[in-house]
């Protein structure tokens, strides 16, 4: 059953709206009993933008729930009911977070509108600020929805789909894609007045020919004004990334997943780095000295971790391929390069690995396997098929990568057992 609103310990009366063969969605009708855990939101359109959900928690609650949330899948999904799971590391203050924004532009409205997705919808929520985004990064919001009237600015809306910013605190820049259908002239013609006015603001790009209806960035890209790459650092690595850039939202708590890391790092080895972005891990593990290849799908992905290796002087323990990673273990030299890996590291998408990737690491026996996931559930999942196949699972160590929402990072620590 899924209920936006009642929390923990709260009762509730609710109306059922929807039913699916394994789930129901309800609405709150009325709260009976509230929790002394609630607060008041933050934001003035929390539980109408889909973006947040758990304001109305307080942040120990927060932690503490996901926590459990994290076990709960475990026990549930991967019969792990028996792991021990580390209690979340927060953030010091759980807000001013996201370095990436991806707004709506709404066109049904004159001027169109800025906003998020309403919850279980597309309709869209005007927002002028968001108190999640970095400063930089609401500033930019902030400029962008007063300068709906101005006729370049307008024109241009008229031709988005998205507007998608990303920020970083190490340069203190941003940079913003605008989406659209097809190459946007208005966007074109309008991309030096935005970046002479809005501060920091270090250039503008337009990506277009989207692949579906729902797709945020398309096929091709053209730079209309500046530069679109900005320089973030992270626990004594540099990053060259770009607003599409696949790159983790939260860099304070990146660093915390580096320092879990660290203490397997003492000894030097071997890593295979799996669905590896930009290098985001790649480049940290390489900075210790290990030996590093990593493997993505994404073909701008992997020249940007290319850059970023050469950027830190790196190419000598980093290197990257470009394919997809269920194809790559399955060739002979991904294989014997898995055989003789010290560990291997794999960050997916929420949709988990796969049986085909998941296999060809217990068929090389590699000794370590550093899972990190965005989702509880297809974690268990996998978790659940390389304990099957011979490996202990030694920790889980939760973080909250998304303060307000809904969703946790997990990063479980697994070693091949004896025979």
Not at 106 to 132: E, T, W
Request: glycine fraction near 6%; charged fraction near 20%.
């Amino acid at each position: 059953m899924f209920c936006f609103g009642p929390l923990p310990q709260e009762r509730a009366r609710i109306r059922i709206a929807e039913v699916k063969p394994r789930y129901a969605v309800a609405h709150l009708v009325r709260l009976l009993s509230e929790s002394p855990r609630r607060a008041e939101p933050f934001c003035p359109v929390f539980g109408t933008c889909g973006g947040c959900q758990l304001q109305h928690l307080e942040y120990p609650a927060q932690l503490a729930w996901k926590r459990d949330a994290v076990r709960q899948a475990l026990a549930r999904i991967g019969n792990l009911g028996d792991v021990e799971v580390a209690a979340t590391v927060g953030m010091t203050q759980p807000r001013a977070y996201r370095n990436k924004m991806a707004l709506v532009v709404d066109r049904r409205q004159n001027p169109p509108g800025l906003g998020f997705y309403r919850q279980r919808s597309h309709d869209v929520v005007a927002i002028d600020r968001c108190p999640v985004v970095a400063p930089k990064l609401d500033d930019l919001l902030q400029r962008l929805d007063a300068a709906r009237t101005e006729p370049a600015v307008g024109a241009l809306l008229r031709e988005s789909r998205h507007l998608v910013a990303r920020s970083a605190a190490a340069s203190g820049e941003a940079v913003l894609t605008i989406t659209s259908d097809r190459r946007s002239p208005a966007a074109a013609a309008a991309a030096a007045q935005l970046v002479a006015k809005i501060p920091g603001l270090s250039g503008v790009d337009n990506s277009f020919a989207l692949p579906s209806a729902n797709a945020i960035f398309g096929s091709k890209r053209q730079l209309l004004a500046g530069r679109t790459e900005i320089d973030e650092a992270i626990g004594g690595v540099r990053y060259r990334i770009t607003a599409g850039s696949f790159f983790q939202i939260n860099a304070e708590i990146v660093a915390r997943i580096f320092e879990a890391l660290q203490p397997k790092l003492q000894e030097v080895g071997r890593l295979i780095d799996l669905y590896c972005g930009v290098g985001t891990f790649s480049l940290f593990f390489a900075r210790h000295g290990w030996s590093v290849i990593g493997i993505e799908e994404d073909a701008r992905a992997i020249a940007q971790a290319r850059t970023n290796a050469r950027l830190n002087r790196l190419e000598a323990y980093a290197c990257f391929k470009n394919a997809r990673v269920e194809q790559a273990v399955a060739s002979a030299q991904i294989a014997a390069l898995l055989r003789d890996a010290t560990a291997v590291f794999l960050d997916p998408p929420r949709k988990g690995s796969d049986e085909a990737t998941l296999g060809a690491i217990v068929r090389a026996e590699t000794p370590q396997i550093w899972y990190l996931s965005c989702d509880a559930a297809t974690l268990a999942r996998d978790l659940k098929f390389l304990v099957a196949k011979g490996y202990r699972l030694n920790a889980v160590q939760p973080f909250d990568m998304f303060p307000q929402t809904g969703h946790v990072e997990s990063l479980a620590f697994l070693e091949r057992s004896a025979a």
